[in-house]
């Protein structure tokens, strides 16, 4: 652990200079320099700023290995989507994510869809509505599973819900081999976003037939990886943009 490698790791994430920070932090360009070297450790003010400031627990900052996290997660985009049309379906079960993708996987087969086009991006998000009392006395969950529907593709196979996605910007963050620790490596990808849209001024936005948030699972070069989305104001602040495909 290196405190001068996180806020050196910190400051480069929020793409900022070290005269920049030296200016919000009230001291020296050489002092964040030698913060940065370790050759000095700031007062206890300034650590608490600087928590702040990156939007991470001072517990954190003094402590862990920032930089060892970019392992594990890809750098946070803009991204725009653009709207598609859905087949989806919701189940309430202790292994919720496995019984319904196995569900969707099955009627993509029996609908023809996989004959059309075998590459169909397939999503999935928490479904939110399970009472306290259900989670804790059962243990049921609820996810949604979905397919992206090809523009064109007709079917009358039941045993779907057929929604449609309107056009919205999301940031996203991949996660590098998520179910290696499933419950940490996922639920910290939201966080990340979180913390970066919180830190560059955007907001999460919630709008009608637009999702709050999906994640997408894929294999690329022999490696599992997750895209998170999560539904933002404006990509007015972009670092980049890339379109949905």
Not at 51 to 78: N, Q, R, V
Request: aromatic letters at 12%; charged letters at 25%.
């Amino acid at each position: 652990m290196s405190l001068g490698k996180n806020i050196q790791y910190l400051r480069k994430q929020k793409k900022i200079t070290q005269e920049q920070l030296a200016e919000m932090m009230s001291v020296s360009r050489q002092t964040i320099s030698r913060w940065e070297a370790d050759e000095i450790v700031p007062e206890l003010n300034k650590l608490v700023a600087l928590s702040d400031m990156f939007s991470c627990k001072l517990d954190a900052l003094i402590k862990e290995d920032m930089a060892a996290c970019d392992e594990i997660y890809s750098d946070i985009i803009i991204r725009h989507v653009d709207g598609f049309r859905m087949a989806r379906y919701v189940m309430v079960t202790p292994n919720p994510e496995d019984d319904v993708n196995a569900y969707m996987d099955q009627w993509a087969t029996r609908s023809g869809l996989l004959e059309v086009q075998q590459n169909v991006m397939k999503i999935g998000w928490d479904f939110p509505f399970v009472s306290q009392e259900l989670q804790n006395r059962f243990g049921l969950r609820g996810y949604v599973s979905a397919y992206i529907l090809p523009r064109g593709f007709e079917t009358d196979c039941p045993g779907v819900e057929y929604a449609n996605q309107e056009a919205a910007d999301y940031a996203v963050i991949t996660v590098y081999n998520p179910f290696v620790a499933a419950f940490e490596r996922i639920p910290n990808a939201y966080k990340r976003i979180l913390e970066y849209l919180q830190a560059n001024g955007f907001r999460e936005k919630t709008r009608e037939n637009v999702l709050s948030c999906f994640e997408h699972v894929y294999e690329k070069n022999g490696i599992t990886c997750m895209d998170v989305y999560i539904h933002v104001d404006s990509v007015s602040k972009a670092d980049s943009f890339t379109t949905f495909s």
